[in-house]
């Protein structure tokens, strides 16, 4: 998957799934911030990407995505294995 839909797409999801504006999502932003996650939303965050791209995150990854960017490169290096 490209990079751009890849981001374009994780952004739709996540917007439409924490009910944000799309707008307030900025790679550089931090996700617990920005989508206001407790720790049970944020295993209901990792599912619902796991389920949008195919790819699996173990809850040690967790702790390393704390940026939108570090995500998107994160499920781009899975998908693009």
């Known amino acids: 998957m490209e990079k751009l839909k890849l981001i374009e797409k994780a952004n739709e999801v996540l917007a439409e799934e924490f009910e944000i504006e799309v707008a307030d999502i900025t790679p550089d932003s931090n996700i617990k911030e920005t989508l206001q996650l ?9 599912a619902l990407i796991e389920q949008t ?20 490169d994160f499920i781009h290096e899975r998908i693009s294995a």
Request: no cysteine.
């Open 38 to 46: 407790d720790s049970l939303s944020l295993v209901d965050m990792v």
């Open 53 to 72: 791209f195919g790819v699996k995150i173990k809850s040690q990854e967790v702790a390393s995505i704390q940026t939108f960017d570090s995500l998107y």
